[in-house]
């Protein structure tokens, strides 16, 4: 028994001794893999930190020139909305064609105002050129201010994309008013130095009155683009409009009388109604009732007002550059010589003063003194609606 004891008490130490002895022979290779491994991991940690911080770093450029495309994009615009407001403010001083080259006499004091006026051919409204305010107004409701700082990127695009669709919307109308204007000042002044070459008035020749000043040149900038290339042709346009509006002014166009014209004798050679002779007639006979009022057909300087001979009561009007007219027959005068008179303004009755066999206008109209046929000047004026 003792025996067995001491041979199992042998084995065990053994064992143990065995299992000592294997421990410490692998032990220092057990701690090599452990320490092995744990770098491993270490280095995998590692590098899918470096790939996520690359990550970071990629979306953060791309974010950052995101950006940059959108200020780039934005200033544009605001670079843009600019060039237009300032095109708005310098169309501003084109003025409308409606407001140059008109010819009508003013309304008298007190006569009611019939509704709206139909436009005669040469005073007919243009497209007007929009103020400012217009400008954005025009732009959709849409102002830089109006666009958030940091929104989602398809919303930033759409904005823009509205942005610039308003702004090419108001670019375009501005091209297109611009066009509207010049056509309208060249085409009103084409017509009228046709009826001032009807007439016989060449309107190179007949500078304005009382005008002058410093010669200062007027021309473009060595940089202008088509727009003030454009806005520089409407501006001399307009003064060319200007001139020749002045000159028509003063050119008897409308008729001496109210209503349809009655004309008993016309302008040439007749009958004289006393002597029964061929005669030289200087003027038209319109028929009418004593007391009915005689207008001056064009503006201009009186002249001459009170009984002259076979005139009877007569009232001549210097018009400028040559041109007068002549109003006889008068039952009455109402102007005084020096008197400055505007197209349409009364200057006497009709009657039957001086050499006369019944109530009616005698009407003249000079040029540098001589007579010539005042249906010349009324057919002229028929054209833009003086009648």
């Not at 005008?211 to 409407?234: D, M």
Request: hydrophobic share 40%.
């Amino acid at each position: 028994m003792a025996f067995w004891t001491v041979v199992g008490t042998l084995v065990i130490m053994a064992g143990w001794s065995i299992v000592t002895a294997t421990y410490f022979a692998f032990q220092d290779d057990v701690l090599a893999r452990m320490i092995a491994r744990q770098a491993e991991m270490q280095f995998a940690y590692e590098d899918r930190i470096a790939e996520m911080r690359a990550q970071v770093d990629r979306v953060t450029s791309r974010q950052l020139l995101d950006q940059e495309q959108l200020e780039q994009k934005l200033d544009q615009i605001v670079r843009r909305q600019s060039m237009l407001e300032q095109r708005a403010t310098a169309m501003g001083t084109v003025s409308d064609p409606s407001s140059t080259g008109s010819l009508r006499p003013p309304r008298a004091a007190g006569q009611p105002a019939a509704g709206v006026p139909k436009p005669s051919p040469i005073s007919a409204p243009a497209l007007s050129a929009p103020a400012a305010r217009d400008v954005r107004a025009d732009a959709g409701g849409f102002t830089l201010a109006s666009v958030p700082r940091a929104p989602r990127p398809g919303n930033v695009e759409a904005v823009l994309t509205r942005l610039q669709e308003s702004l090419d919307r108001v670019e375009g109308r501005q091209v297109n008013t611009l066009a509207s204007l010049e056509e309208s000042y060249e085409s009103k002044a084409r017509r009228m130095r046709a009826v001032l070459a009807d007439v016989g008035i060449d309107a190179a020749k007949h500078a304005n009155a009382a005008a002058g000043g410093p010669f200062v040149s007027y021309r473009l900038t060595p940089n202008a683009g088509p727009f003030e290339k454009q806005v520089y042709r409407i501006n001399v346009a307009r003064a060319q409009l200007e001139r020749l509006t002045t000159t028509m002014v003063a050119v008897p166009l409308r008729k001496p009388v109210e209503g349809e014209i009655d004309t008993s004798s016309s302008f040439g050679v007749r009958i004289d109604p006393f002597l029964g002779r061929p005669a030289m007639h200087t003027g038209l006979d319109f028929r009418g009732d004593t007391g009915e009022p005689i207008r001056v057909t064009a503006g201009g300087t009186v002249t001459s007002a009170g009984w002259s001979g076979g005139y009877g009561r007569l009232v001549e009007v210097d018009h400028g550059n040559g041109l007068s007219t002549r109003y006889g027959h008068l039952s009455e005068i109402e102007v005084k010589v020096g008197q400055t008179l505007k197209a349409g303004q009364t200057v006497g009755r009709l009657g039957s003063t001086g050499r006369s066999t019944g109530p009616h206008l005698h009407y003249e109209t000079r040029i540098d003194g001589e007579a010539v046929d005042p249906q010349r000047f009324l057919h002229a004026g028929a054209k833009f609606g003086l009648m």
